[in-house]
């Protein structure tokens, strides 16, 4: 069997349009939706990402504005910025890029985020209504890996799903997601013991564990659905997953590559959510993000 691969890229681009049709129908009801990114110091992956969510912003009709921060500020001076842009009526959405640096307390920062303007939904309140199965913003990554199911037809409706990772920006959440989705879920940890008896039984797999190609095609369950969260650069400097994609693809109907994978579509969800998030101030929750 080879699988089929699913083209993260692909699908990134059809939700970036259709936010570019959300937006534009937002401006014409009078209110322009507007992302604003907070970023502390000059790491230079970061500054990648910053740009790539700023670009794909511009691209939709989302206002972004840039708050470029030198790495010896003091926390006292970013929790003032974030409260600030909490204040600042035009701003729908608020970003702070991760990591922060060691002296800043990055949960701290994150819970003084406005939970209404929390578009990475890192807040408490918003993985509390997420725990609850009530979501408002949810995070981008997992959000995207359900648009991806989507996409090709499956349903996690009474499937085994197995995430391997349970960190509270990825494997948290997306547990919760597919467990609202009506999926068995099970959630490994570095404490599993016997991990590939666990993943063999997956009929949707996730990894998210940051260990470059962990999981291999041994521990998968052939016709299962094999989604990569993990970004790991290998040490010719190329992007490598956290599945061993070759050997994998040979036993899953279904696979994400690395890149152009689980990636795209978390920048194409952080637009989704920036739009919900403006919607939301005109008393509209109708686009917002609920699968
Ligand atoms: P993280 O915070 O480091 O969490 C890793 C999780 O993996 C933890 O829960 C950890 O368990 C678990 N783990 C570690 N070793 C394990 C093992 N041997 N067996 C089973 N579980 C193990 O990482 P993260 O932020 O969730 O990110 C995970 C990966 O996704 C990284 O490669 C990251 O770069 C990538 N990522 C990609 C995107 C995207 O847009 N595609 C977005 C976010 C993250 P414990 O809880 O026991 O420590």
Not at 189 to 194: G, H, I, Q, V
Request: proline content about 5%.
């Amino acid at each position: 069997m080879s699988a089929q691969i699913i083209d993260g890229k692909a699908l990134a681009a059809t939700v970036q349009s259709e936010c570019a049709t959300r937006a534009q129908t937002l401006r014409a009801r009078g209110l322009t939706p507007s992302l604003a990114v907070v970023i502390v110091g000059e790491d230079p992956a970061s500054q990648v990402y910053v740009r790539n969510k700023i670009r794909a912003c511009e691209a939709a009709g989302i206002i972004s504005t840039h708050h470029c921060l030198a790495a010896d500020t003091s926390e006292g001076e970013l929790l003032r910025v974030i409260e600030d842009l909490n204040r600042a009526a035009p701003v729908h959405g608020i970003l702070v890029q991760l990591p922060l640096p060691k002296h800043i307390n990055s949960h701290k920062v994150l819970e003084a985020i406005a939970p209404e303007k929390d578009v990475d939904g890192f807040h408490r309140e918003n993985a509390g209504l997420l725990a609850q199965g009530n979501p408002r913003l949810v995070p981008c990554t997992p959000a995207g890996v359900m648009r991806m199911l989507a996409s090709i037809g499956v349903s996690p409706w009474a499937q085994h799903a197995v995430i391997v990772g349970a960190s509270n920006i990825v494997g948290k959440p997306m547990a919760l997601l597919l467990l609202r989705a009506g999926a068995t879920v099970t959630i490994c940890n570095s404490k599993t013991r016997d991990l590939a008896h666990h993943t063999r039984q997956a009929d949707i797999l996730v990894a998210a564990v940051g260990k470059p190609k962990y999981l291999n095609g041994e521990m998968v369950k052939p016709g299962a659905v094999v989604i990569d969260v993990g970004i790991n650069r290998g040490s010719d400097g190329k992007l490598v997953g956290d599945v061993d994609f070759e050997s994998a693809r040979t036993v899953a109907a279904h696979i994400t590559p690395v890149p152009g994978g689980v990636g795209p579509m978390t920048i194409a969800m952080l637009l989704s959510n920036t739009l919900d998030a403006a919607a939301a101030t005109l008393g509209d929750s109708s686009g917002a993000q609920r699968s």
